[in-house]
């Protein structure tokens, strides 16, 4: 698994989107936040591995998880990987000019 990381903004806006609705599907997260699906999926997908979302239903609903709701709050490491110089990060995520 790789080294935890800083929340990406794609990170941030889905963890607070399910902060603020409890649980959603990938593509009204989608939706809801201006991002693609195929990214808001593959964001998701990282997320649940690390324990800041998990799926809440066999439809893959899902929710915020404590832990994710701690990363959001800058309490524990977020997943991403290292960004390149384009602040693109290898699963998909980029993150904010200043590094959060």
């Known amino acids: 698994m790789p080294e935890p ?6 990170d941030e806006r889905v963890l607070c989107h399910l902060a603020d609705t409890s ?4 593509a009204l997260v989608a939706a809801n936040t201006g991002l693609h699906i195929p990214l808001v999926e593959r964001r998701m ?5 690390r324990g800041f979302v998990e799926v809440a239903t066999a439809e893959r609903l899902y929710r915020i998880t404590e832990d994710g709701r701690r990363a959001l709050a800058g309490d524990a490491p977020a997943p991403t990987g290292a960004p390149a110089a384009d602040g693109t990060v290898a699963d998909g ?7 959060d």
């Open 5 to 10: 990381t800083e929340l990406s903004d794609a």
């Open 23 to 26: 649980a959603d599907y990938p």
């Open 45 to 49: 997908a990282t997320l649940a591995e």
């Open 93 to 99: 995520g980029t993150t904010t000019p200043d590094g």
